[in-house]
């Protein structure tokens, strides 16, 4: 733990936000300011100034040169299922003999799976084993993280799984952000899920202030269909909620469309997106969400980020972290897929980890940029040119990451 905190003689890349404080779009995602050889002081958990040259002259707790290395925010994950009990390593090794994600799922397996054993998980295990999640992921250079709910399929488990997440995020130095993922797979035995979750918001609804927390649900055949989205996601943008949707996985079933219609604040997914699903995209104010760890794992296909950044939209990369798509914590590793297979530019890359993602999540007032008044979420690689933070696969985590007043250093 540190006090006060100076970083000095740093390669700052500030990803500084547009004069509006929304995402960056188009060419601005490739023009991110840098300030050679800055410095940084960290009091009480905040950013208290930068600038270029040494600090002035005080008295703190640590002083840390960087000599030349990045200085960088630590990457916001905006898009994760890291709240799950049990494993699926084995449906791994059926899919590698052939069987495809929808065949796991139609035969009771994927997500079910896990739903079983999250149902059966009580709230203190389930919580235990996101925050050694969590420490991983904070060991990779993530400061913010957003965690879904979605393993429950009914009220009970659901809300145990929110529970979790926030008995965790009252004791990490990161900050986690839960979303209500009330639509994902079918539960057969309940045809009365979609009213259940339905009732669950407006519970959620008088128990806290609605627009903290986002709703999301998953469109895809053998999931939810686009009218069950619909119902889910109209209630809960009458509650207040800010709504989000996975689409265009597998199947383009017109959820894209219709979140976009709702005016949702993320659509995630894109990997079976048309060009005019693209292109609506691009128009609208909502954030295109890539998850390029699923083409890696699953089946080669990614979203096509390079028409959405060329038509003026907005991209965020995130990692997907879960059991059955994407395997891998690493929302560094993502910024890496989606620059081979997306062909975004490492500065769109780190744009769309930082900035944009915290967007997303609607956390952008304390996370993914470095400026004066922000929470002190930092990153100092071990390279002193940011390229290498997209272009190095499997490199080492950063030197030094600050969370708030917590530091952790791997190599002075």
Same mark, same amino acid.
């Given at each position: 733990?540190?006090?006060? !905190? ?11 936000? *547009?004069?509006? +404080?929304?995402? &960056? ?9 840098? !300030? ?29 040169? =960087? ?5 960088? *925010? ?27 994600? %929808? ?49 429950? %399929? ?27 993922? &009330? ?17 669950? %918001? ?57 979140? %976009? ?8 997914? &894109? ?15 909502? !954030? ?16 096509? +980020?390079?028409? &959405? ?19 891998? *914590? ?38 993914? =940029? ?27 985590? *950063? ?14």
């Amino acid at each position: 733990m540190a006090g006060s !905190i100076a970083i000095e003689n740093a390669r700052i890349v500030t990803c500084t936000p *547009p004069a509006d +404080g929304g995402p &960056l779009r188009g060419a601005a995602m490739n023009a991110l300011e840098l !300030i050679e050889r800055g410095h940084v002081i960290v009091d009480g958990g905040m950013i208290a100034s930068m600038g270029a040259g040494p600090a002035v002259s005080r008295a703190v707790s640590m002083r840390i040169d =960087a000599r030349g290395r990045v200085l960088m *925010p630590a990457a916001v994950d905006c898009h994760t299922h890291a709240c799950w009990a049990g494993e699926r390593w084995a449906e791994w090794e059926l899919k590698r003999a052939g069987a495809s994600y %929808l065949d796991i799922l139609q035969a009771g397996g994927g997500i079910l799976s896990t739903v079983k054993a999250v149902r059966a998980a009580p709230q203190d295990a389930l919580a235990s084993q996101l925050a050694e999640r969590l420490a991983e992921m904070r060991e990779l250079g993530t400061g913010a993280v957003e965690v879904k709910t979605g393993y429950g %399929l009914d009220t009970a488990t659901e809300l145990k799984m929110l529970e979790a997440i926030r008995q965790v995020a009252k004791v990490l130095p990161m900050m986690v952000v839960p979303t209500l993922l &009330l639509g994902h797979a079918v539960d057969a035995d309940n045809p009365r899920q979609l009213d259940d979750m339905c009732a669950l %918001l407006e519970t959620l609804a008088d128990r806290q202030h609605a627009g903290s927390v986002a709703v999301d649900a998953y469109c895809e055949e053998g999931a939810w269909s686009v009218e069950m989205c619909r119902t889910l996601l109209e209630k809960a943008k009458r509650l207040g909620f800010a709504v989000r949707i996975h689409a265009d996985q597998f199947n383009a079933l017109g959820g894209l469309e219709m979140a %976009l219609a709702l005016g949702a604040r993320s659509v995630d997914h &894109l990997e079976a997106s048309t060009p005019a699903g693209i292109a609506a995209l691009a128009a609208s104010r909502a !954030i295109g969400v890539a998850l390029p760890a699923c083409g890696f794992a699953l089946d080669g296909r990614f979203a096509n +980020g390079r028409a &959405l950044i060329d038509q003026g939209g907005a991209l965020a990369v995130a990692s997907n972290w879960n059991p059955g798509s994407a395997p891998s *914590p690493s929302v560094r590793f993502a910024a890496a897929l989606a620059s081979r297979h997306m062909r975004l530019t490492a500065q769109e890359a780190i744009a769309a980890v930082t900035w944009n993602a915290a967007c997303v999540l609607g956390i952008e007032h304390q996370a993914g =940029a470095i400026r004066p008044g922000m929470r002190a979420l930092l990153q100092l690689l071990p390279h002193r040119d940011e390229r290498a933070y997209v272009h190095e696969v499997a490199g080492a985590g *950063p030197d030094v990451t600050i969370m708030g007043e917590d530091v952790s250093v791997r190599v002075a």
